[in-house]
T-cell receptor, first 115, second 112 residues
């Protein structure tokens, strides 16, 4: 079945540094991927929609200059958290689907801890 | 996206059927009902979806009322591994509405 892979699964970084998270569709091409963030004991919140070959679409309240999204190929989208702060510590999850009429499949998430 | 309403938590004995309800009274005609679950510290797992007919797969059954204002996810024989947060989401398949908007879900606890 369709598989979405995220890397790394866990990352610890120091405040002020940048962290890149990769999201890959392993056996299908994804023109659109979605990035979510989840804080402890809360639901998933959509951050942005990543579109292959064009700019990402960000949800209201999400800083596009802080959360850089690149979707340079049909199988890879990256999320870079720039100048990370402790409040950016969260569980970041990506998703993709085979096509508009197919379910979204999710990666296993990346737990980011900023110290 | 149309909003959904789910009970915050439910318990179910292992081996029994777990019936998880969801209200989506403002669902549009082109919106599907999706169910996902999230086991602690993992990404959400797709379970099942449907438009207006009842659906069944190897994981669960989805019962949608005739007026489509509510649905029930049925896990026929719950096991301890089914303990998770279950999300009921309505989703269009077109354009920007194809994104998934998660609510608070139902925390299902399966017990011995």
């Amino acid at each position: 079945g369709a598989v979405v892979s995220q890397h790394p699964s866990r990352v610890i970084c120091k405040s002020g540094t940048s962290v890149k998270i990769e999201c890959r569709s392993l056996d299908f091409q994804a023109t659109t991927m979605f990035w979510y963030r989840q804080f402890p004991k809360q639901s998933l919140m959509l951050m942005a929609t990543s579109n292959e070959g064009s700019k990402a679409t960000y949800e209201q309240g999400v800083e596009k200059d802080k959360f850089l999204i690149n979707h340079a190929s049909l199988t890879l989208s990256t999320l870079t958290v720039t100048s990370a702060h402790p409040e950016d510590s969260s569980f970041y999850i990506c998703s993709a689907n085979l096509g508009p009429n197919s379910p979204l499949h999710f990666g296993n998430g990346t737990r980011l801890t900023v110290t | 996206d149309a909003k959904t309403t789910q009970p915050p938590s439910m318990d179910c004995a292992e081996g029994r059927a777990a019936n998880l309800p969801c209200n989506h009274s403002t669902i549009s005609g082109n919106e599907y009902v999706y169910w996902y679950r999230q086991i602690h510290s993992q990404g959400p797992q797709y379970i099942i979806h449907g438009l207006k007919n009842n659906e069944t797969n190897e994981m669960a059954s989805l019962i949608i009322t005739e007026d489509r204002k509510s649905s029930t996810l049925i896990l026929p024989h719950a096991t301890l591994r089914d303990t998770a947060v279950y999300y009921c989401i309505v989703r269009s398949h077109t354009g920007t509405a194809s994104k998934l908007t998660f609510g608070t879900g139902t925390r299902l606890q399966v017990t011995l």
